[in-house]
């Protein structure tokens, strides 16, 4: 009899010890004489359990962990037996709450399927969305996603559909598909889970993107800092190629496209579309001035569409299952679900895909249990290094694009890092100006001056000098940055700095801040 168990490929894994693990399961099975088949998944998101190792029994997946080489003979003692008292016994994967309480849209594959194995993807319903679209006009298929109401899941929120839109009116020759895998952001690694764990769902949309506007060609942009990912995803455009899904006559069909995999130099800028852009045509990574926009003259002066790989993977399942399914999840003009990445200070970080709406009290809670340090949590930031730092008192804010828009602050691409009590928010105010500094472009003046001036200003005031006029005089500075700088690194950097001064001024050595000052 085979005894088939899931142990995770991806990286937060990987760091965790799974690989040894899948090496004492394979000399204790050998030991033994057992079967044993072990598939290589991708992460279930509970990054506290990781390595999670998952049993496959008659009642279904059932889960331990964390697991180290030393648990291996007692887990398949427990296993064999249908023992549930062993100590890194969860039950069924599926009833974990943490994963019960999701909504699963685009990572409903990832750590359920092998995310190599083409007959696997298409047995959890791989491909249905791109056979729907072969079947499909082009304007048909831009007209789904945009009546989805899908917007652009790496920060931007722009809707995917005006986008695509945009590219297929475009005339050319050539059109292009570019996926933006340059996952920069501090806290961020949804893009790494699905490309580790269910990478033909980005194949797919991609293809779907390429039906859709008239191109032929596509990118993944994929950050150096990535390997594991970049090796999972080579892999799997080759097992697509060989099943029929990419290349010249798709599924008979005679409609083409194709994918390449380019590994990007490491450069944060290189996250913002135009940067991008010039990186992949071999240049140093600039943003270029907006207009033309990329959607009319993008990679190699081609209409382009560029999404990020959340963007991409969604758009099979809104192919698959219709758009007003889709479009019934979420709140506002934020619809479908967004996959939250919880990180920092956190008792039970990973990935929460949830329908926009829920407040960040509760995923701090419900989801994230509260913090490691078991202090209470002084602040949180959401939406990166860019982000703005949120105080308790506003943490009921629903999470939805316009809703944090009205207290300065962003979803962006969904990381949540969470500081207890014992952070010095004038210090990480110090670090936002300072990593603005050393990862600008150059480009423009108020970024790669002012982030300077600003990381200077900062220090001043750390340190007893001037500290009211100094205070005064970042907060002009942070304006002219917000209004002058040419792309968003500079733009948004003093939103982390300013909502640290009007929240918590002790941490500077300040009186509150006057109420005017709304960032």
């Known amino acids: 009899m085979t005894q088939t168990l899931y142990i995770p490929q991806d990286t937060a894994a990987l760091a965790m010890g799974a690989d040894t693990v899948a090496d004492a399961f394979r000399i204790e099975a050998t030991r033994r004489k057992l079967d044993l088949h072990i598939v290589r998944n991708g992460s279930r998101g509970l990054h506290w359990l990781e390595p999670l190792v998952e049993v496959v029994t008659p009642a279904g997946r059932v889960a331990y962990g964390p697991v180290t080489p030393q648990d291996v003979a007692s887990i398949l003692d427990a296993a064999w037996a249908h023992d549930a008292t062993h100590p890194l016994h969860h039950g069924l994967t599926e009833d974990i709450l943490f994963l019960k309480k999701q909504e699963r849209l685009t990572f409903a594959r990832v750590g359920v399927i092998d995310p190599l194995s083409i007959t696997d993807y298409e047995a959890h319903g791989g491909f249905e969305g791109l056979r729907q679209a072969l079947a499909m006009d082009p304007a048909a298929i831009v007209d789904a996603v945009t009546e989805s109401g899908l917007r652009g899941r790496g920060g931007a929120a722009f809707p995917t559909g005006i ?84 290349g010249n006559d798709i599924q008979g069909t005679g409609r083409a496209f194709d994918i390449e995999l380019r590994r990007g130099a490491g450069a944060y800028i290189c996250g913002e579309e135009t940067s991008l852009l010039e990186s992949l045509e071999g240049r140093r990574g600039l943003v270029r001035a907006k207009p033309p926009l990329p959607a009319v003259r993008g990679l190699f002066g081609c209409p382009t569409v560029i999404n990020n790989v959340i963007s991409l993977a969604t758009v099979p399942f809104i192919l698959a299952q219709g758009a007003a399914t889709y479009r019934d999840f979420g709140m506002g003009r934020s619809r479908g679900t967004l996959p939250f990445q919880l990180a920092g200070n956190i008792r039970h970080g990973g990935l929460v895909e949830k329908a926009f709406g829920l407040t960040l009290r509760e995923l701090l809670f419900d989801f994230g249990g509260g913090s490691r340090s078991g202090r209470p949590l002084k602040a949180v930031q959401v939406g990166g290094p860019l982000g703005a730092y949120l105080p308790e008192s506003q943490w009921d804010t629903p999470l939805d694009y316009e809703a944090f828009l009205t207290i300065s602050a962003m979803l ?18 110090e670090y936002a100006m300072e990593f603005c500094a050393i990862e600008s472009c150059g480009k423009c003046t108020p970024c790669r001056i002012g982030s300077i001036r600003g990381t200077e200003v900062i220090r001043a005031i750390r340190s007893g000098q001037d500290r009211d006029s100094r205070a005064e005089l970042l907060r002009d500075l942070c304006d002219t940055m917000m209004a002058g700088s040419l792309c968003a690194l500079g733009g948004m950097t003093p939103y982390p700095v300013l909502s640290a001064l009007r929240h918590f001024p002790e941490d500077f050595g300040l009186a509150a801040e006057p109420a005017l000052h709304t960032v």
């Open 412 to 429: 962006g691409h969904g990381g949540v890092v969470a500081f207890d009590d014992t952070a010095d928010m004038a210090a990480l105010a």
């Open 163 to 246: 986008k695509w839109r945009t590219v297929l009116q475009t005339p050319a020759e050539q059109k292009y598909i570019v996926c933006n895998a340059d996952e920069g952001d501090s806290g961020t690694f949804s893009d790494r889970m699905l490309m580790e764990g269910d990478p033909c769902a980005l194949i797919e949309g991609m293809t779907i993107a390429g039906l859709a506007v008239g191109a032929t060609r596509g990118y993944i942009y994929v950050r150096s800092e990535y390997p594991q990912a970049e090796r999972i995803l080579a892999g799997a455009l080759r097992a697509a190629r060989a099943a029929g899904w990419l």
